[in-house]
């Protein structure tokens, strides 16, 4: 005799409920001599964006070399 857990119903998740997955957003694009902010290094401005998705930020007093997505990094 073989035993078989009991099935489980699944119930759909409703859109406003607090356990629905987030949607997933498109990554954000950033150009040359687009203005950011950053949440430790403040406000600069995008001198260049590098094919491995990289971008190279002027925060005034620092040049900082940032791999993208970073969810520290906005776009303004």
Do not use: N, W
């Given at each position: 005799?073989?035993?078989?857990?009991?099935?489980?119903?699944?119930?759909?998740?409703?859109?406003?409920?607090?356990?629905?997955?987030?949607?997933?957003?498109?990554?954000?694009?950033?150009?040359?001599?687009?203005r950011v902010t950053?949440?430790?290094?403040?406000?600069?401005?995008?001198?260049?964006?590098?094919?491995?998705?990289?971008?190279?930020?002027?925060?005034g007093s620092c040049?900082?070399?940032?791999?993208?997505?970073?969810?520290?990094?906005?776009?303004?």
């Amino acid at each position: 005799m073989i035993v078989r857990p009991p099935r489980v119903a699944v119930r759909p998740l409703l859109p406003t409920s607090p356990f629905a997955p987030a949607p997933v957003l498109p990554p954000e694009q950033f150009a040359a001599q687009d203005r950011v902010t950053h949440d430790k290094y403040g406000l600069g401005r995008v001198t260049s964006v590098e094919a491995d998705a990289s971008l190279i930020v002027d925060f005034g007093s620092c040049r900082v070399r940032i791999v993208t997505p970073c969810t520290k990094l906005t776009k303004l």
